[in-house]
T-cell receptor
Framework: AQSVTQPDIHITVSEGASLELRCNYS??????LFWYVQSPGQGLQLLLKYFSGDTLVQGIKGFEAEFKRSQSSFNLRKPSVHWSDAAEYFCAVGRSGTYKYIFGTGTRLKVLA | EPEVTQTPSHQVTQMGQEVILRCVPISNHLYFYWYRQILGQKVEFLVS????????KSEIFDDQFSVERPDGSNFTLKIRSTKLEDSAMYFC?????????????FGSGTQLSVL
């Protein structure tokens, strides 16, 4: 069955520290992979996406993610977290021919000053 | 950046009542979507819509749900007879071309509470 797992429900980091949010997927076809962020009162905003090519993708707000096919992972990273990064982060997977993205349950990030 | 607008932000209704959730997609977008998130659960796809037709729907999107583009700017989701389990955050999204790796623009959601 197709699924996306975000193992960490909550993560707390100090401002300036590095961040890695985990995402694992189970998907039969070659996946499209996305990370979305939701700040309080806001919609889901796309941070980055991968569908082919270089497995290290750069996104907005200084985020990057690496697709590792052998590990079925697409982890999100940021070298230095800012207080404004506090939000909920969603990993999602899709494929060619469908709009039915499958989302993870989200990871809520708290940033300590 | 252009925005998808959803109204209302919160809606409370009684079980069995009809509700209509409203969305204004980005003006030059042609593809429209509804997703929902039940509290503590995953964001789930409901339906996609293009050219006044449903192009894809999930098993969640049963006969009590319907979508409509009543004019050139609005996109609505109607739930005919709400159930307690319909309580969720409903997200509208739109995209320009419908290419399935294209960026979806999401609204901020409507929190529906069914009592």
């Amino acid at each position: 069955a197709q699924s996306v797992t975000q193992p960490d429900i909550h993560i707390t980091v100090s401002e300036g520290a590095s961040l890695e949010l985990r995402c694992n997927y189970s998907y039969g076809a070659t996946p499209y992979l996305f990370w979305y962020v939701q700040s309080p009162g806001q919609g889901l905003q796309l941070l980055l996406k991968y569908f082919s090519g270089d497995t290290l993708v750069q996104g907005i707000k200084g985020f990057e993610a690496e697709f590792k096919r052998s590990q079925s992972s697409f982890n999100l990273r940021k070298p230095s977290v800012h207080w404004s990064d506090a939000a909920e982060y969603f990993c999602a997977v899709g494929r060619s021919g469908t709009y039915k993205y499958i989302f993870g349950t989200g990871t809520r990030l708290k940033v300590l000053a | 950046e252009p925005e998808v607008t959803q109204t209302p932000s919160h809606q409370v209704t009684q079980m069995g009542q009809e509700v209509i959730l409203r969305c204004v997609p980005i003006s030059n977008h042609l593809y429209f979507y509804w997703y929902r998130q039940i509290l503590g659960q995953k964001v789930e796809f409901l339906v996609s819509f293009y050219n006044n037709e449903i192009s894809e729907k999930s098993e969640i999107f049963d006969d009590q749900f319907s979508v409509e583009r009543p004019d050139g700017s609005n996109f609505t989701l109607k739930i005919r007879s709400t159930k307690l389990e319909d309580s969720a955050m409903y997200f509208c999204a739109s995209s320009q071309t419908g290419v399935t790796n294209e960026k979806l623009f999401f609204g901020s959601g409507t929190q529906l509470s069914v009592l």
